[in-house]
T-cell receptor, first 111, second 117 residues
Framework: DAKTTQPNSMESNEEEPVHLPCNHS???????IHWYRQLPSQGPEYVIH???SNVNNRMASLAIAEDRKSSTLILHRATLRDAAVYYC????????????FGSGTKLNVKP | GAVVSQHPSRVICKSGTSVKIECRSL??????MFWYRQFPKQSLMLMAT?????????EQGVEKDKFLINHASLTLSTLTVTSAHPEDSSFYIC?????????????FGQGTRLTVV
């Protein structure tokens, strides 16, 4: 299975942008890049996903490298409510059932 | 948006007893649901895939006789932890998808905190 590598933790100031990186050097052509976040004592929550092109939604933006071996989740203005563990996950188009979570990045947001 | 609900959110049981956790898709049908386990300060670990009308498929190292999964309808999957022991204490999470393709999001339940005493 394609794996992802993320920094263990990152820190940001409130109302500043945050760039959360993810490396997935063994990504295959059929893998979608998904991002989820998990607040303490809750189940994960969908953030964004993409295949090749950059994506924007109301929560965040996803920047995907041209070779697709890395991606960056961008929170444009971090709030205290964005403090969570962020997971970058690859979903295989043909074996989509398998959701393997890596260690994720714990984001701390300072007021 | 679609909602996946788990019940109970928190349960304490005595060692040796069994505990059932329910996972419901509230506004969509899910032929497949997934069960995860998460220990403190660790990531989620996929335990098994629950298939409506057929047997669940378990990940390597997960005891199927210990963690019984039943998916009796298109909106309900249950996980029963049999003969629970303190080492089974964990956060159990289920998920489901709207459609069976990779280009859609997964929805997760709020999780069930199991404490075995």
């Amino acid at each position: 299975d394609a794996k992802t590598t993320q920094p263990n933790s990152m820190e940001s100031n409130e109302e500043e942008p945050v760039h959360l990186p993810c490396n997935h050097s063994t990504i295959s052509g059929t893998d979608y890049i998904h991002w989820y976040r998990q607040l303490p004592s809750q189940g994960p929550e969908y953030v964004i996903h993409g295949l090749t092109s950059n994506v924007n939604n109301r929560m965040a933006s996803l920047a995907i490298a041209e070779d697709r071996k890395s991606s960056t989740l961008i929170l444009h203005r971090a709030t205290l409510r964005d403090a969570a563990v962020y997971y970058c996950i690859l979903r295989d188009l043909y074996n989509f059932n398998k959701f393997y979570f890596g260690s994720g990045t714990k984001l701390n947001v300072k007021p | 948006g679609a909602v996946v609900s788990q019940h109970p959110s928190r349960v304490i049981c005595k060692s040796g007893t069994s505990v059932k956790i329910e996972c419901r898709s509230l506004d969509f049908q899910a032929t497949t649901m997934f069960w995860y386990r998460q220990f403190p300060k660790q990531s989620l670990m996929l335990m098994a895939t629950s298939n409506e009308g057929s047997k669940a498929t378990y990940e390597q190292g997960v005891e199927k006789d210990k963690f019984l999964i039943n998916h009796a309808s298109l909106t309900l999957s249950t996980l029963t932890v049999t003969s629970a022991h303190p080492e089974d204490s964990s956060f159990y999470i289920c998920s489901a998808h709207l459609t069976n393709v990779a280009n859609t999001e997964a929805f997760f339940g709020q999780g069930t905190r199991l404490t075995v005493v």
